[in-house]
């Protein structure tokens, strides 16, 4: 579990690199100047994300996900627990995180090179999911399926956030896509 201390780092990082990325475009930033607007040492940063491009596509929300699955009842397919799943722990995203959450999306979608690394950050919710489902019994074929199916689902709708007006939220995006796999259609 990270300390507060850890989570506080990580915030400053972000927040800097968000604004110089704003500011400057995400290839003319570099490492160095992140961390000298965050007040950190560029091995800090590296503690902190492997690479500049992790600043924007990883999140902390793996674990909540594949937990959120897993609570959902056994006896659903994998899909439907997989989708319920991902509904339940979207709503524990706060505004603040929606804030920059679209920020990062923004800055994403302007940079054909990053759809690459939210491709790398995709596969490890990917598998977390996977596992839950398998720990809970799933053949890994179908919990693969499940995972990818609502995961394509739902980067979809953030890649068409990044562009969606200021109102639409990144909640009213997922429910939509995810609608979509819904074994009964609203």
């Known amino acids: 579990m990270a300390t507060p201390r850890t989570l506080r780092t990580r915030a400053r990082i972000l927040d800097a690199a968000l ?27 590296f503690r902190h994300f492997p690479t500049k491009d992790a600043v924007l596509v990883t999140d902390p929300y793996d674990p909540l996900i594949a937990q959120a699955v897993g609570a959902q009842p056994a006896d659903l397919p994998p899909l439907e627990r997989t989708r319920l799943g991902m509904l339940a722990a979207l709503g524990d995203i706060t505004p603040t995180e929606d804030a920059t959450a679209r920020r990062r ?11 690459a690394a939210v491709a790398i950050g995709t596969e490890a919710t990917q598998e977390a999911i996977v596992e839950q489902l398998v720990a809970d019994g799933v053949d890994p074929l179908d919990a693969a399926i499940a995972a990818s199916a609502c ?9 068409a956030w990044g562009t969606a007006p200021s109102d639409v939220t990144l909640a009213d995006l997922v429910h939509r896509a995810l609608a979509q796999l819904a074994l009964e259609k609203p």
């Open 19 to 45: 604004d110089l990325f704003e500011r400057q475009g995400y290839d003319a930033t570099t490492v160095n100047q992140i961390a000298d607007a965050a007040g950190i040492t560029p091995m800090t940063f």
């Open 105 to 115: 999306v923004a800055l994403v979608t302007q940079s054909p090179s990053l759809r």
């Open 151 to 159: 995961l394509a689902a739902t980067t979809a709708a953030l890649l």
